[in-house]
């Protein structure tokens, strides 16, 4: 009887020894699948500051060079770019640290909640300030080209594209933020 008792001991310790394996498994893949998320959102960030970097120079040349448009008006949307970049470094700094997936959990999911709601916050600053430039870019457009039937399409056609782009890509990076909360989630329910 003892014999069989002892049996049936080492066989639950051997199950606790794999499920305990297991969920280390489990944790270290999700904190894996996390950290692709958290890279994804900081990638984006990234290509979108280096388009808004090569914008001050492009938008030296198209403006003011070839279309004869004001050195205000580029400034204005240099000034523009780099509070863009700004806004992107300020929110990803937190969630560059290649540390981030050690952390408590906790730690890091109030870390990306932080960013998630800061780039959700930032449409109220942006999409005003990107419409009052636009409108200034229409009205020195429609007045170098003289004929506003031209520029009334041409205008429309990139405030369409540019909210379109916009909007797409700040989803996407929403989503980024809401599937790195759930894993986190998912993973301090396991716990």
Partial sequence: ????????????????????????????????????????????YLVLGIIALAMIPYGYWAFVMLNGLSVALWLTMCVMMLVVVGFMYFNSRDLQDDELMNNNLLDVKRKVVLAKKRDANWL????????????????????????????VPFCIVCIVLGIAVGLRVHFKTQSHYRDVIEQIEDLEDAK
């Fill in 1 to 44: 009887m003892d014999y069989e008792l002892d049996e049936m001991r080492q066989q639950m310790a051997i199950l606790k020894d794999k499920l305990d394996s297991q969920t280390i498994v489990n944790d270290r893949f999700i904190r894996r699948s996390i950290k692709r998320g958290v890279s994804t959102i900081n990638r984006r």
């Fill in 124 to 151: 109220w600053f942006g999409i005003p300030v990107a419409l009052a430039w636009g409108a200034w870019f229409f009205y020195e457009f429609s007045q170098k080209m003289g004929v506003i039937e031209y520029a």
